[in-house]
Nanobody, 122 residues
Framework: QVRLAETGGDLVQAGGSLRLSCTASGNFIRINKMAWYRQAPGKERELVARIDFEGVTKYADSVKDRFTISRDIVKDAVYLQMNRLTPGDTAVYYC????????????????WGQGTQVTVSS
């Protein structure tokens, strides 16, 4: 069974920084795409940033130039460096893995972590 575990959520003041980490564990060959999503109270879950196996990234417009997603293929981990945080960034942040290759004939389309709370005070 493949699992995703997030760490790094915290309470921070506006203008501050946080770094989220997500590590995949279990038996698999590779994960093609990893991403961070977030969900604020009363709102739908939204994509924050995505990175594929080759390192190509995509960001939500609201976080461009403030957040950076990176990936360690060897450690099966993905990170989200968040700078210049605002209260609008307050949400539960979820790690997402897409196209998890378990074997050459078994690919899990999508997996989610449990989430980590990020709270930005004004």
């Amino acid at each position: 069974q493949v699992r995703l575990a997030e760490t790094g959520g915290d309470l921070v003041q506006a203008g501050g920084s946080l770094r989220l980490s997500c590590t995949a564990s279990g038996n698999f060959i590779r994960i093609n795409k990893m991403a961070w999503y977030r969900q604020a109270p009363g709102k739908e879950r939204e994509l924050v940033a995505r990175i594929d196996f080759e390192g190509v990234t995509k960001y939500a417009d609201s976080v461009k130039d403030r957040f950076t997603i990176s990936r360690d293929i060897v450690k099966d981990a993905v990170y989200l460096q968040m700078n210049r945080l605002t209260p609008g960034d307050t949400a539960v942040y979820y790690c997402n893995a897409r196209e998890v290759v378990i074997t050459t004939t078994d690919i899990k389309y999508e997996l989610w972590g449990q989430g980590t709370q990020v709270t930005v005070s004004s």
